[in-house]
């Protein structure tokens, strides 16, 4: 029963609408106010987040709680048996915890679109010529990217704020040392950030080309 009810939550949420959070909807059930949302993510400016000692870091910091807590939900819907024992939480815990992540999934997503309209802004409407001109609409990118990664990384440490109140004693332990332990090898597994490759204008000079540039 609670693999058939976590497997029907999973194909509602893979087959929801994905709201940018530049129009701060509500997600699908209604369960998520955008407003109380905002209000908690700008309360957040001045926490630091958490420090990664990795070896080969590839996925940016500020996406690997995102990137973490969608593989849990995947392995609630996969393996919910196993997945319980290892958080040492209840049914009704599981569900919780299910259903948080995919409402999170459901509101935010990368906001590319609005990185990439950024970057053609600052390449229209730029005044240089030649490699400067790119790398001022390559920056314009970078940082209008760089806001949307701090933007999700927030939200998500919110979204662990709701889950680890759903757990107490044995099931909070377990549940801090199994991010701790998937943030560490989600930083190093060799994932990729999302975006277009901007980290210089010689790489990036093909992606504003292929979207920005008219003539």
Not at 74 to 81: F, H, M, Y
Not at 88 to 115: C, K
Not at 124 to 138: C, H, K, Q, V
Not at 147 to 168: G, H, N, P, Q, S
């Amino acid at each position: 029963m609670l693999k058939l009810f976590i497997h029907s939550l999973l194909l509602l949420s893979i087959s929801s609408v994905v709201f940018a959070q530049d129009e701060l909807q509500t997600a699908v059930d209604g369960s998520l106010n955008a407003n109380n949302r905002l209000q908690e993510i700008r309360a957040l400016d001045n926490e630091q987040p958490r420090e990664l000692n990795v070896l080969v870091p590839t996925i940016a910091p500020e996406e690997i709680d995102r990137a973490v807590l969608n593989r849990l939900m995947q392995d609630i819907a996969s393996r919910p048996e196993q997945t319980k024992t290892e958080l040492a939480v209840n049914d009704s815990q599981l569900q919780d915890i299910f259903i948080t992540i995919s409402n999170a999934r459901s509101f935010i997503n990368n906001s590319e679109m609005a990185n990439v309209r950024s970057m053609c802004n600052a390449w229209n409407n730029s005044e240089l010529e030649g490699d400067p001109r790119y790398e001022e609409a390559l920056n314009a990118y970078k940082r209008r990217a760089q806001f949307t990664k701090d933007f999700i990384a927030k939200y998500y440490r919110i979204v662990l704020m709701d889950i680890e109140a759903i757990l107490e004693g044995p099931s909070e332990v377990r549940f801090i040392s199994y991010m701790d332990d998937r943030r560490r090898r989600m930083a190093s597994s060799g994932a990729m950030t999302w975006g277009a490759v901007v980290e210089n204008v010689t790489s990036g000079r093909e992606s504003v080309v292929f979207h920005c540039r008219r003539n």
